[in-house]
């Protein structure tokens, strides 16, 4: 069993900057994938970034740059920083984790998932 505990979202005006983190529980963190997903109002969950339990970090095409992707295996934390930021940003942001280097962006692929924290840029 693990449990996912995301913190950081807020509002913030565009071009500002937010950090997310998601703390995980259970003793597997280390070798798992975590990811992180966002779902806008009205529009479906989409994938935004993963680092895997190797250490290899994957970035959605139209976030990388602005977004960094960071975990800490002795805190069990993955970190979201996300910079310049725009009102499409503007989302909850889900936490997740999988066992397994592959399908990181397929949203079906992660077997644990973390209660969501809202993000809201404002123009």
């Known amino acids: 069993q693990v449990q996912l505990v995301e913190s950081g979202g807020g509002l913030v005006q565009a071009g500002g900057s937010l950090r997310l983190s998601c703390a995980a529980s259970?003793?597997?963190?280390?070798?798992?994938?975590m990811g992180w997903f966002r779902q806008a109002p009205g529009k479906e969950r989409e994938f935004v970034a993963a680092v895997s339990g190797l250490g290899g970090i994957y970035y959605a095409a139209a976030l990388e740059g602005r977004f960094t992707l960071s975990r800490d295996n002795a805190k069990h934390t993955v970190y979201l920083q996300m910079n310049s930021l725009k009102p499409e940003d503007t989302a909850v942001y889900y936490c997740a984790t999988k066992q397994g280097y592959s399908d990181y962006e397929r949203e079906l692929a992660y077997d644990y998932w973390g209660q969501g924290t809202q993000v809201t840029v404002s123009s």
């Open positions: 259970g003793r597997t963190f280390s070798t798992r994938t």
